[in-house]
């Protein structure tokens, strides 16, 4: 009995000599990676096993990603800057590509060059990545990836709102045939007047031109893309939908033949065509949308009063929400940017019409700190992608940005359901490793709403328990040293010594015999 006792004791004494392991990510039991070579930025040949440290931090990304990618390099940019130098020489990180059509190393070099990083980005063919996939259980899936790789889409910005008392609104750009009228005829200095009922916007005079109501009227006339054919719209010039169904919008006089109507801009975002009564035309169009259409349409459509002054210098806000700015300068509307990779409002160094098609812009008075402007959101109420997501893109581009843990039901990108496996779907979301110096996955992070502090506690925690970094040999044993111990320490517990061995025998048998005497 004793003897167990001794044993058990020296079980529990080596026991207690292993680290215990308490990461903030979620913990893995994987096999080492095998080695693998990919290209790296400058064009050089990396291997995974001679050109990385002891500890690996692996990151799936893809540089036409908008959202997530730009995120999460530099919140790993982060976590290397709060490592020290001696944990710095026992780390490397490492950035995978998921989109070898398009990220070459140059690519890659260009996409390092902007966010300030120079650990190694890695590409290669098709086929070379793909082993390297399935080894991190990484899903590419590149209908994801093909409904992120996107062009411009206005539909997709937002005007963001705070007022003198802190109160904020977010508005997505809209665009009215009514927008766009009272746009083009003010960026070619062309009168409209028109009156305002219930039932919307009705235009009498267009260039000083009023229609006397007897014997004609301004005729609203859209282009219809199948016949490629002006059409007598159907609908007010408020209900006009400019922005995805009707770009392109005529104004004429009833009484003309709409076939002497020029074909429309169709080149451009949207446009609008006036002909005169004497067979005159001007065509006015928006080329590239810029800050004041989507400061314009945005509020126009939430029903936000602005007014919007023109200068020689550009346009300039000068009320918004009935909240004038006042003529002593003590504060101004004051308009923000949106820096999606750094999740922060900044200040734009240019007035709203230098902005090129922006996602997100906020305007405040200017004695509000940016800090306190709220992220921006989309501005409905309805229940999108199964309440486990948000929505990106507009049209067939649309899509869900699931949270962490959840996918795309199937085929269908607008809905998202639980994961139920241990891959990893890459594009829509993200995955990132840490691996100890045996090249064994210990810890996962998905998606990029993680903290700093929390993944460099893991990372140190790895190093911590592999014996490298800034952690003290003789203070905290390495997971080798433990290892080592816990083997002996169980050669002890179940390889008794010979002597015991037969001394232990004998008591069986003596115990034996003794039971069957008293029998």
């Not at 692996?58 to 001696?86: M, N, W, Y």
């Not at 009514?178 to 260039?207: C, F, K, M, P, R």
């Not at 009320?319 to 700015?325: I, N, V, Y």
């Not at 592999?466 to 433990?482: K, N």
Request: proline share 4%.
């Amino acid at each position: 009995m004793n003897t167990n006792r001794a044993l058990l004791a020296v079980l529990l004494t080596c026991l207690l000599l292993m680290p215990a392991a308490a990461y903030k990510g979620s913990k893995l039991a994987r096999s080492p990676v095998e080695d693998f070579v990919l290209t790296d930025q400058m064009g050089d040949d990396f291997s995974f096993y001679e050109d990385s440290n002891e500890v690996t931090v692996v990151a799936f990304i893809f540089t036409r990603c908008p959202d997530v990618c730009p995120v999460i390099t530099q919140l790993l940019k982060s976590v290397d800057g709060e490592l020290t130098d001696t944990e710095k020489d026992d780390v490397t990180f490492i950035s995978i590509t998921v989109d070898p059509r398009y990220d070459s190393p140059e690519r890659l070099k260009e996409f390092t060059d902007i966010h300030g990083v120079e650990w190694p980005h890695l590409t290669g063919t098709t086929e070379e990545l793909a082993p390297v996939w399935k080894t991190f259980g990484v899903v590419v899936q590149e209908s994801v990836i093909d409904a992120h790789v996107m062009d411009y889409h206005p539909g997709e910005a937002s005007v963001t709102v705070v007022n003198t008392t802190g109160n904020a609104s977010t508005h997505m750009f809209g665009l009215s045939g009514w927008t766009l009228t009272e746009t083009l005829a003010n960026q070619h200095q062309i009168d409209i007047n028109a009156s305002l009922s219930q039932y919307g916007h009705y235009v009498t005079g267009i260039g000083g031109e009023e229609a006397p109501g007897d014997s004609w009227y301004w005729e609203l006339n859209v282009w219809n893309q199948s016949t490629n054919l002006w059409a007598a719209s159907q609908v007010g010039i408020d209900d006009i939908d400019a922005l995805q169904e009707n770009q392109h919008i005529a104004w004429m006089p009833s009484n003309l033949n709409r076939s002497n109507l020029s074909a429309p801009l169709v080149e451009d975002e949207a446009s609008m065509t006036i002909m005169w009564n004497n067979g005159t035309e001007v065509q006015a169009s928006i080329d590239t949308f810029d800050g004041y259409h989507i400061t314009k349409g945005a509020l126009n459509d939430a029903g936000v009063n602005v007014t919007i002054a023109d200068s020689s210098y550009g346009h300039y806000m000068t009320s918004l929400g009935d909240e004038d700015a006042p003529a002593d300068s003590s504060w101004w509307w004051s308009l923000y940017q949106w820096n999606s990779t750094n999740a922060t409002w900044e200040t734009s160094p240019v007035g709203m019409d230098g902005i090129v098609e922006p996602k997100h812009i906020a305007w405040a008075p200017s004695i509000v700190n940016a800090s306190d402007l709220p992220a921006p959101v989309k501005n409905s109420t309805q229940v999108v992608c199964s309440g486990h997501g948000w929505e990106m893109g507009s049209g067939e581009s649309l899509h869900c940005m699931c949270d962490d843990g959840y996918t795309w039901d199937e085929g269908d990108r607008t809905s998202c359901v639980e994961e139920v496996s241990e891959d990893f779907n890459v594009g829509h979301s993200t995955i990132t490793y840490i691996i100890n110096e045996n090249r064994q996955p210990l810890v996962v992070w998905t998606g990029d709403n993680w903290k700093v502090p929390d993944f460099t506690a893991d990372l140190r925690e790895v190093l911590e328990n592999d014996g490298l970094g800034d952690s003290d040999p003789l203070e905290t044993p390495g997971m080798t040293f433990v290892l080592s111990t816990l083997a002996l320490c169980l050669a002890v517990v179940v390889r008794p010594s010979k002597e015991n061995r037969g001394e232990t025998l004998n008591k069986r048998k003596g115990k034996k015999r003794e039971t069957s005497r008293l029998q």
